[in-house]
């Protein structure tokens, strides 16, 4: 039995051992390839089981690959240089983690509703913001289209103003300014097998496959 | 005075089997063409613009397909048909100033395609590798370039497109496959005329 001095003396290096150990928890937890929603086939015509399933099992895997080898250095890091020098790694494939993860969810097949926006929050949302949900195609397509290199289109929600927005991303980057409504991908490796350099047949295209149930669901989420 | 593409040195299946025709064709015709297109527009509009705010807001556009003119111009140039395919001299390195100086830092040239590739593989987006020439230290770097911006800090001597519509149709998302690939068609001749200028001088 510890003296109440000697106990208080043993309070901080206590506290240091179980904050360490803790760290070690949280960094030990790593990411995992979410399943794809729906067969690699289900998005066609409009994008290829080819391009989906590369997608999925080859790049989206290989950001979860970087990203957990990313973070387990990151754990074992003794210096905030050596922290910061680990950033860029972690910001590429944790970016690619979440946009691909947040992708595969607001993508859906015709037989699950994919391309079908019905009556709700949503369209409303949409039709204040933009005046029309073909409106909001055209500039959403235009802005994602103009990307100088490889990026993300986003239909995102404004917490400040409380509106929806088309915002983009370059590389990887996360939204981080708005809340994700809809992703698009915009690297050529989303679209280049089967729409090759016309971009634009691939964002006309993707709109039919774009599952605007889980779009609302994010909305009334970030509205609340 | 308006932006041209310029014709390829080659026939768009020349530099087969390590790169395809198809993409040839594409990034040629169809990428290459469109920065030519833009940078035009660009360019007009630019002479148009009356105040600095206005030539400011279109640096973005020249800088962009500018540097999608100028990077690919340098490409179709230090590409030729292989000698290990027997249509051309395309990955062979003579003796010679170009040699000399890439043994001088790597060692090798297998050691330079080893790091050049691992550079290359490390951008983290679209981009370009390169072995550039350093006119302050007089030696051979290795540079990237993210999305299409032109390499400013070194001479360019041999640029690699790692866009994905660069490779993808023929090497997927095996980036490392087409980076080895590649080497077979480089145009050392030319890269060599390019260190030469660049170095005002045949002995290094």
Same mark, same amino acid.
């Given at each position: =039995?510890?003296?109440?001095?000697?106990? *208080? &003396?043993?309070?901080?290096?206590?506290?240091?051992?179980?904050?360490?150990? &803790?760290?070690?928890?949280?960094?030990?937890?790593?990411?995992?390839?979410?399943? $794809?929603?729906?067969?690699?086939?289900?998005?066609?015509? +409009?994008?290829?089981?080819?391009? =989906?399933? @590369?997608? +999925?099992?080859?790049?989206?895997?290989?950001?979860? *690959?970087? @990203?957990? &080898?990313?973070?387990?250095?990151?754990?074992?890091?003794?210096?905030?240089?050596?922290?910061?020098?680990?950033?860029?790694?972690?910001?590429?494939?944790?970016?690619? +983690?979440?946009?691909?993860?947040?992708?595969?969810?607001? /993508?859906?097949? &015709?037989?699950?509703?994919?391309?079908?926006?019905?009556?709700?929050? @949503?369209?409303?949302?949409?039709?204040?913001?933009?005046?029309?949900?073909?409106? /909001?195609?055209?500039?959403?397509?235009?802005?994602?289209?103009?990307?100088?290199?490889?990026?993300?289109?986003?239909?995102?929600? *404004?917490?400040?103003?409380?509106? /929806?927005?088309?915002?983009?991303?370059?590389?990887?980057?996360? $939204?981080?300014?708005?809340?994700?409504?809809?992703?698009?991908?915009?690297?050529? +490796?989303?679209?280049?097998?089967?729409?090759?350099?016309?971009?634009?047949?691939?964002?006309?295209?993707?709109?039919?496959?774009?599952?605007?149930?889980?779009?609302?669901?994010?909305?009334?989420?970030?509205?609340? | 005075?308006?932006?041209?593409?310029?014709?390829?040195?080659?026939?768009?299946?020349?530099?087969?089997?390590?790169?395809?025709?198809?993409?040839?064709?594409?990034?040629?015709?169809?990428?290459?063409?469109?920065?030519?297109?833009?940078?035009?527009?660009?360019?007009?509009?630019?002479?148009?613009?009356?105040?600095?705010?206005?030539?400011?807001?279109?640096?973005?556009?020249?800088?962009? !397909?500018?540097?999608?003119?100028?990077?690919?111009?340098?490409?179709?140039? !230090?590409?030729?048909?292989?000698?290990?395919?027997?249509?051309?001299?395309?990955?062979?390195?003579?003796?010679?100033?170009?040699? %000399?100086?890439?043994?001088?830092?790597?060692?090798?040239?297998?050691?330079?395609?080893?790091?050049?590739? #691992?550079? #290359?593989?490390?951008?983290?987006? %679209?981009?370009?590798?390169?072995?550039?020439?350093?006119?302050? #230290?007089?030696?051979?770097?290795?540079?990237?370039?993210?999305?299409?911006?032109?390499?400013?800090?070194?001479?360019?001597?041999?640029?690699?497109?790692?866009?994905?519509?660069?490779?993808?149709?023929?090497?997927?998302?095996?980036?490392?496959?087409?980076?080895?690939?590649?080497?077979?068609?480089? !145009?050392?001749?030319?890269?060599?005329?390019?260190?030469?200028?660049?170095?005002?001088?045949?002995?290094?």
């Amino acid at each position: =039995m510890l003296s109440f001095a000697a106990r *208080n &003396a043993l309070k901080p290096n206590v506290c240091r051992a179980f904050a360490a150990s &803790a760290r070690q928890v949280r960094g030990i937890q790593t990411a995992s390839l979410p399943p $794809l929603p729906y067969a690699y086939d289900a998005l066609e015509p +409009h994008i290829s089981g080819e391009i =989906m399933k @590369l997608h +999925h099992q080859k790049h989206h895997q290989t950001y979860v *690959n970087g @990203l957990n &080898a990313a973070e387990e250095a990151y754990s074992k890091t003794t210096s905030v240089k050596e922290q910061i020098a680990l950033q860029a790694a972690i910001k590429f494939n944790g970016g690619g +983690h979440i946009n691909h993860s947040l992708f595969w969810k607001n /993508l859906a097949p &015709a037989n699950e509703d994919g391309g079908k926006l019905v009556d709700g929050p @949503l369209k409303q949302a949409i039709e204040r913001d933009f005046g029309s949900v073909e409106a /909001l195609k055209k500039q959403f397509n235009a802005t994602t289209a103009a990307i100088q290199g490889s990026g993300w289109g986003w239909l995102g929600f *404004n917490s400040g103003n409380k509106k /929806l927005e088309v915002v983009t991303t370059s590389n990887q980057d996360p $939204l981080i300014s708005h809340v994700p409504i809809i992703g698009v991908d915009i690297w050529e +490796h989303a679209f280049y097998l089967q729409y090759k350099n016309v971009k634009p047949d691939y964002l006309n295209a993707i709109w039919n496959v774009i599952n605007f149930k889980e779009a609302e669901k994010r909305l009334v989420e970030a509205s609340k | 005075m308006s932006n041209t593409l310029p014709p390829l040195p080659y026939a768009y299946n020349a530099l087969e089997p390590y790169i395809n025709e198809q993409i040839m064709t594409l990034h040629h015709t169809k990428h290459h063409q469109t920065y030519v297109n833009a940078l035009n527009a660009a360019e007009a509009a630019y002479a148009k613009a009356s105040t600095p705010k206005e030539r400011i807001a279109l640096q973005a556009a020249l800088k962009f !397909n500018g540097g999608g003119h100028i990077n690919h111009s340098l490409f179709w140039k !230090n590409l030729a048909p292989s000698a290990a395919a027997n249509k051309g001299t395309g990955g062979v390195l003579k003796d010679g100033p170009l040699k %000399s100086a890439i043994e001088q830092v790597w060692g090798s040239l297998d050691a330079l395609k080893k790091e050049f590739n #691992t550079a #290359t593989l490390g951008i983290q987006g %679209s981009g370009w590798g390169w072995l550039g020439y350093n006119t302050q #230290t007089k030696r051979l770097e290795i540079a990237t370039t993210p999305n299409q911006d032109p390499l400013l800090s070194l001479v360019p001597i041999i640029g690699v497109d790692i866009w994905e519509h660069a490779f993808y149709l023929q090497y997927l998302n095996v980036k490392p496959d087409y980076l080895n690939a590649i080497w077979n068609v480089i !145009n050392f001749e030319e890269a060599e005329a390019r260190l030469v200028e660049a170095s005002g001088n045949s002995k290094l």
